[in-house]
C-alpha cells in the first residue's frame, strides 16, 4: 500500500513539475522515490514494518498479502531498472514530464492489478495500466507506426476491457459478489452449480486475461504494437504490463477461482500450446528484432501458463514468480541492447543491424548473447532454471506429452536466437564505428548480465514467494 | 576439496588471462593448464594411497528446494577422464604455439572455460549439476567453432548446437523423472541410482532412452551422427580436437556413470538393440572412412568407428568390457589428438588436406612421417600401443555378451588398418607433388607436441597397467552392484 501512495504521490509530482518548472531534478527525485518505493516494499516483505499504518488489506480493495508484496517489490525492480535503463527517453523528448507521469500512473496501475482482492480494483488496476500505455505507444508523434500502434492497442485493448467487464458483470450475476474471498467461498461451497452464466463469465474473463498477457490465440496486438512503439516503451510493456498481467492472471485463481485452472484445463491447454507454437514458430521469420523479441515474448507466457494452470502445485507460484522474474530481466537487457543499437542504425532494428555487434562493442554482444542464451533456456542462465521449474511441474502432474511439447517448442526457439547471436558473431557490419555508450550504460548492462547468471545460480529468488 | 580446485583452476586461470595483454595470451593459458594438469596428478596421488579420502569429495548445500546440491567427487572412473581432460588440454593449447589466432584472448578463455565444464561433467555427483556442467561444456565450443570456424560455419555450428541441445533437454526430461521417484526428492546420484531401481519396467524404459539419446548423439553413435563429420572439418584444430578428444567422452563416461546402474531392467533389456547399433556404427564408419578423400574428415569417421566399438563394450557389461572403454577413451583421446594435430601440420605446410593432392612427404620431412607412423599405428591398435589394450579388452568383452557382435565389431581393427595406411601411403610415400615439395621442417614446439603424444600412446601401451589400475576397482564395484 505505501508504494502506490509514494508512486502515485511521484506522479502528482511530476505533473506539477511543468508547472512550477522544475523539471531539471525531477529525474533524480523519481529515481530516488522509486528506490524508496523499492526499499519500503521489501522491508515489507520481511517484516512488514509499516503495517501499523495501513491495514494489509485496504477497504477490502486491495489485499497486500505475500503474493502481493513479492510481486510488488520485482515491479518495482523492474521499474526502477527501465527507468535508468531508459534515462534518455525522457531527456530527449521535449515533454518529458508528461511521459514520466504516464509512466508512474502506470505503476500504480500495476500495483493495484497484483494485489486486488475485488473485481472492480483488477478492472481499475488494469485500465490505469493500460491508457498510458495506449498514449505511450504513439508517443512517438512523428512516426507513423507508432501512431498505428497506439491506435491499434486502444482499439484491441479497449475491446479486450469491455470483455472483461462483461465477464466480471455475468460473474457478479451468478454469485453476488465482487469480493473476491466471497466468490471463493460461495464457488467451493458444496451447494454451487456452475450456470452458463458462470461459464460464459469465466471463458470471458480467461479470454480477456489472456488478451493482456498476448498469450495465443490473443496476440494479434502484440507484435504490431512491440514494433511500433519506441522501444524504450515496448521494453516496459514486454516486461512491466506482462509481469503485472500474469501476476493478475495467477491472482485471480490463487484468491477468487481456485478450481477453475483444473475445471477448465483444456482451455489452458489450448492456450499453452498455441503460445508455444505460435510465438515460437513465426518467431523464426522474423527479420525485425523488435518483432522477434514480441513474439518471443509469447511463446513465453505460453511457459508461464503452465504455471496458472498448475498454480496449486506446491512449487506452482514459485515457479511463475521465478519464470517472471527471469524473463523481466532477460528482456530488459535484450531491449537495452535493441534500442542502443537501433539508435546507431537510425531506428532500424533489422537483424542485419545487429551483424557483427561482437567487434563494434563486446559488451552490448556479450549482454545481448548472455540475454538470448538465457531466453533459450542454456544453463545456468536464470531463464534455464525458470524453464526447468514449468517442465518439473508439468511433469509432476504426469502431463508427459506437454513436456515433449514444450521442449520441441525451446528447440525451435534457439533457432531464432541464434539467428541474432550468429549475426552479432559472423556477420559482417555495413558500418565499422565503434558503439560508443555511457558509463551508466556500461554499469547496467554489466548489472544486468549479473542478474542473469546470478539469479539461477542463488536460489533466493525462487524462494523468495 | 579437490575437486572445487580442478573446476576453479582453469576458471582462474581465464580470468588472469582476460586480464593480462593479449600477446602473452597463449602462455598464460599454458601455464594455467599446466597447473592443472599438476593439480590433477596430485589428485590421483591423493587416490592411490586413499581411495576414500574425505578430500576427494566436495559436498555444498545450494538449491535445497530443487533438491540439488553442488556436489562432485572423484573415484578411479572419473580419475581417467580427469587425467585425460587435464593431459590434452595443455596439449591442444600447445598446438597453437607458431600459429597465428584471431582474438587469442577470447580463443584461449573459451577453451579454459571449457576444460572447467568438461571437468564439471567428469566430477559431478548430483543429477541437476551434471545437466547444467553439461550444457555448459556445449557454449564454449559452440562458439569456438562458429567464431575460428571455416566455410560455412554458421549453418554447420548451428546444427550441431540444435543436435546435442535436442538430446539433453530429453536427458533432462529423464532426469526429471528420476527425480519425481527419488523417496527424498533429491538428484543426488545415489538416490536417483536407487529410485531407478525401483521404477517399472516401462518408466525404466523411457528413462533409459532419453539418456541414450543424449549421450549417443554426443559420442555419437549410428544414427545420430549426422553432425559430426561437418562439425569436425569445420572447427578449427583445437575445437576439433576438444571435440574429439575430451567432449566425445562426456557420452562414454555419461553411459557408464548415469546409464548403466541407473536403469538396470532397461538396460538388460535394450542392450542387444544398443551394441547392435554400435556395431552397426563401426562397420559403417570404417566404410565410409575408406572412401574419403579429405584426411580430417577420415579421421572424423574413424572417430566414429572407435567410439562405436567403446559404446558396444560399455553395454556388454562385463568388467574387461568396462575397462577396455575407459583404457580406450584415454588412447583415443590422446590418438585422435595427435592425427588432427598431424593434419594441422599437413595443412599448413601443403596448404591442403585432400588425401590425393598430396605424395612423399616423408622423402622430404622424415621426422615427421615418423611421427605420423607411430600415432598412425596407435591409432589402428597395433600391438604394444596403447589403443591395442583397449580394443582388446573391449573385444573380450563384447564376446563374452555375444561372440558374433564381437567378430563383426573386430572388423574396427582390419577396416581401420585399410583407411589408415592406405591415407599413410598415398600422404606420406610415393612421389612428392607440388603441394609437398617445400614440406618445412617441424617447429619446436610441433616435435615436442609428437613427443609427448608417441611417449603416451608408447607407455602406455607398454605398461597399460597405469591406467588399468586407476579404475579397476571401481569398475569392479560397479559391475558387482
Not at chain 1, 506522479?11 to 528506490?35: D, H, Q
Amino acid at each position: 500500500m505505501n508504494e502506490i501512495i509514494i508512486v502515485a504521490g511521484l506522479g502528482i509530482l511530476t505533473l506539477l513539475a511543468e508547472i512550477f518548472n522544475f523539471k531539471k531534478i525531477l529525474m533524480p527525485v523519481i529515481i530516488a522515490g522509486l528506490v524508496v518505493a523499492l526499499v519500503v516494499a521489501v522491508l515489507e516483505l520481511q517484516g512488514s514494518y509499516f503495517n501499523t499504518t495501513f491495514d494489509a488489506s485496504v477497504l477490502g480493495m486491495l489485499d497486500f498479502d505475500r503474493f502481493a508484496t513479492c510481486f510488488v517489490v520485482l515491479l518495482t525492480t523492474i521499474a526502477l531498472l527501465w527507468v535508468l535503463i531508459n534515462y534518455n527517453y525522457f531527456v530527449d523528448e521535449s515533454n518529458k514530464a508528461d511521459h514520466l507521469a504516464l509512466i508512474l500512473f502506470a505503476i500504480v496501475g500495476g500495483y493495484c492489478m497484483v494485489s486486488y482482492s475485488n473485481f472492480v480494483m483488477l478492472f481499475l488496476g488494469i485500465e490505469i495500466l493500460s491508457i498510458p500505455m495506449y498514449v505511450l505507444a504513439g508517443s512517438k508523434k512523428n512516426s507513423l507506426r507508432s501512431n498505428e500502434a497506439s491506435l491499434k492497442y486502444f482499439l484491441m485493448g479497449s475491446f479486450a476491457t469491455g470483455i472483461l467487464l462483461f465477464g466480471i458483470a455475468l460473474l457478479y450475476g451468478s454469485v453476488g459478489s465482487f469480493d473476491v474471498y466471497i466468490i471463493r467461498a460461495k464457488t467451493t461451497s458444496a451447494d454451487f452449480v456452475m450456470t452458463p452464466m458462470f461459464t460464459v463469465g469465466i471463458i470471458m474473463l480467461l479470454s480477456a486475461m489472456s488478451f493482456k498477457a498476448s498469450s495465443a490465440p490473443f496476440h494479434f496486438w502484440a507484435p504490431d504494437v512491440y514494433s511500433g512503439s519506441p522501444t524504450s516503451v515496448t521494453s516496459f510493456m514486454a516486461t512491466f504490463v506482462k509481469t503485472s498481467a500474469i501476476a493478475a492472471f495467477l491472482r485471480l485463481f490463487y484468491t477468487a477461482l481456485p478450481f477453475v485452472p483444473e475445471t477448465f484445463s483444456r482451455i489452458f491447454l489450448i492456450l499453452i500450446i498455441a503460445s508455444l507454437f505460435i510465438g515460437n514458430i513465426i518467431a523464426v521469420f522474423q527479420i525485425n528484432a523488435k518483432r522477434l523479441l514480441a513474439y518471443s515474448s509469447i511463446s513465453h507466457v505460453g511457459f508461464m501458463l503452465i504455471a496458472v494452470l498448475f498454480f496449486a502445485d506446491p512449487r506452482g507460484i514459485q515457479a511463475l514468480y521465478f519464470y517472471v522474474a527471469a524473463y523481466s530481466i532477460t528482456t530488459l537487457a535484450a531491449f537495452m541492447v535493441v534500442k542502443i543499437v537501433g539508435e546507431q542504425s537510425d531506428g532500424d532494428e533489422n537483424i542485419f543491424a545487429f551483424n557483427g555487434l561482437v567487434k563494434r562493442n563486446p559488451l552490448l554482444a556479450g549482454t545481448l548473447t548472455i540475454a538470448l542464451l538465457s531466453m533459450a533456456g542454456i544453463p545456468p542462465l536464470s531463464g534455464f532454471f525458470a524453464k526447468y521449474n514449468m517442465l518439473f511441474i508439468a511433469l509432476n502432474h504426469g502431463y508427459f506429452w506437454l513436456v515433449i511439447i514444450a521442449i520441441l517448442a525451446s528447440l525451435v526457439g534457439v533457432y531464432y536466437y541464434f539467428k541474432i547471436i550468429i549475426a552479432m558473431f559472423t556477420g559482417v557490419s555495413s558500418s565499422s564505428v565503434p558503439i560508443k555508450i555511457t558509463l551508466t550504460q556500461k554499469v547496467l548492462l554489466l548489472i544486468l548480465t549479473l542478474l542473469i547468471i546470478g539469479m539461477g545460480l542463488n536460489g533466493y529468488v525462487l524462494e523468495m514467494i | 576439496m579437490f575437486p572445487i580446485i580442478l573446476l576453479l583452476l582453469p576458471v582462474v586461470s581465464a580470468l588472469v588471462l582476460l586480464a593480462l595483454p593479449s600477446s602473452i595470451s597463449k602462455k598464460v593459458a599454458m601455464g594455467g593448464s599446466i597447473l592443472s594438469l599438476f593439480a590433477v596428478l596430485f589428485t590421483l596421488n591423493t587416490l592411490r594411497i586413499d581411495a576414500a579420502s574425505a578430500n576427494l569429495v566436495f559436498n555444498k548445500i545450494w538449491l535445497s528446494s530443487l533438491g540439488s546440491n553442488l556436489s562432485f567427487s572423484i573415484d578411479g572412473i572419473t580419475m581417467v577422464l580427469l587425467l585425460l581432460t587435464n593431459i590434452l588440454l595443455p596439449l591442444i593449447i600447445l598446438s597453437t604455439f607458431n600459429r597465428e589466432i584471431n582474438k587469442p584472448k577470447a580463443y584461449f578463455t573459451m577453451m579454459l572455460l571449457m576444460q572447467s565444464a568438461l571437468l564439471g561433467v567428469f566430477m559431478a555427483t548430483d543429477g541437476l549439476v551434471f545437466y547444467i556442467f553439461w550444457e555448459l561444456a556445449l557454449i564454449p565450443i559452440y562458439f569456438i567453432c562458429l567464431f575460428w570456424g571455416g566455410e560455412g560455419r554458421q549453418r554447420i555450428t548451428f546444427k550441431f548446437f540444435i543436435y546435442t541441445l535436442l538430446g539433453s533437454l530429453f536427458m533432462l526430461v529423464a532426469l526429471i523423472i528420476l527425480y519425481q521417484h527419488t523417496l527424498n526428492h533429491s538428484f543426488a546420484i545415489n538416490d536417483l541410482y536407487a529410485a531407478g531401481k525401483s521404477m517399472t519396467m516401462e518408466q525404466q524404459a523411457w528413462v533409459f532412452w532419453f539418456f541414450f539419446l543424449a549421450f549417443a548423439i554426443k559420442m555419437p553413435v549410428f544414427p545420430f551422427h549426422t553432425w559430426q563429420p561437418d562439425t569436425y572439418t569445420n572447427a578449427p584444430t583445437q575445437g576439433t580436437m576438444l571435440l574429439s578428444g575430451i567432449m566425445l567422452k562426456m557420452g562414454t563416461y555419461g553411459l557408464i556413470r548415469w546409464l548403466l546402474p541407473m536403469v538396470p531392467a532397461a538396460v538388460s533389456a535394450y542392450s542387444n538393440t544398443v551394441i547392435i547399433l554400435s556395431v552397426i556404427s563401426v562397420v559403417y564408419a570404417s566404410c565410409i572412412a575408406i572412401v574419403q578423400t579429405n584426411f580430417k574428415r577420415l579421421i572424423a569417421y574413424s572417430s566414429i568407428a572407435h567410439v562405436g566399438l567403446i559404446c558396444a563394450g560399455i553395454f556388454s557389461y562385463k568388467a574387461e568390457g568396462i575397462q577396455g572403454a575407459l583404457v580406450q577413451m584415454f588412447a583415443h583421446g590422446i590418438n585422435v589428438v595427435g592425427l588432427f594435430f598431424v593434419c594441422d601440420v599437413i595443412q599448413r605446410n601443403a596448404g591442403t588436406d585432400t588425401i590425393s593432392n598430396l605424395g612423399g612427404i616423408r622423402t622430404v620431412n622424415q621426422r615427421f612421417a615418423f611421427w605420423f607412423l607411430i600415432i598412425m599405428l596407435g591409432s589402428i591398435a597395433l600391438p604394444l600401443t596403447n589403443s591395442f589394450v583397449g580394443e582388446f579388452l573391449l573385444l573380450n568383452g563384447i564376446y563374452q555378451y555375444n561372440a558374433w557382435y564381437a567378430a563383426i565389431g573386430g572388423l574396427s581393427v582390419i577396416l581401420g588398418a585399410v583407411y589408415m595406411l592406405r591415407s599413410y601411403q598415398s600422404m606420406m610415400l610415393g612421389n612428392t607433388s607440388s603441394n609437398t615439395l617445400t614440406f618445412a621442417s617441424l617447429k619446436k614446439s610441433e616435435t615436442l607436441f609428437f613427443s609427448v603424444i608417441v611417449i603416451i600412446i608408447m607407455v602406455c601401451g607398454v605398461y597399460p597397467k597405469l591406467i588399468l589400475d586407476i579404475a579397476a576397482l571401481d569398475v569392479l564395484k560397479m559391475i558387482v552392484h
